[in-house]
């Protein structure tokens, strides 16, 4: 099964911008959609962008504008482009992907936007 590995969290300041990135082990072509997922302390884990295969995007309202989702079938990496970030944002990042066969997790990058 192909695993994925997150990468790219740490601390900034309220405005500045991370760029996160999602490994996987083998091939994403499979994957018919891709995404980035996040969960704060006490609440349940949200949806901010994923991409399918045909290259459509959607994000969540809350961070339109500000984040950009984007991948790379042939380097089999996923990137979540942050930019303008609020102390909101803080919470735990997920990558996750879905193929006709399986539903994968990243293990998650802590992203903490505070001054």
């Known amino acids: 099964q192909v695993q994925f590995v997150e990468s790219g969290g740490g601390l900034v300041q309220p405005g500045g911008s991370l760029r996160l990135s999602c490994v996987a082990s083998?091939?994403?072509?499979?994957?018919?959609?891709m995404g980035w997922y996040r969960q704060a302390p006490g609440k349940q884990r949200e949806l901010v962008a994923a991409?399918?295969?045909?290259?459509?995007?959607n994000y969540a309202d809350s961070v339109k504008g500000r984040f950009t989702i984007s991948r790379d079938n042939a380097k089999n990496t996923m990137y979540l482009q942050m930019n303008m970030l609020r102390p909101e944002d803080t919470a735990v990042y997920y990558c996750?992907?879905?193929?006709?066969?399986?539903?994968?997790w990243g293990q998650g990058t802590q992203v903490t936007v505070s001054s």
């Open positions: 083998g091939s994403i072509s499979s994957f018919y959609n």
């Open positions: 996750n992907g879905r193929s006709p066969s399986a539903i994968s």
């Open positions: 991409v399918n295969s045909g290259g459509t995007i």
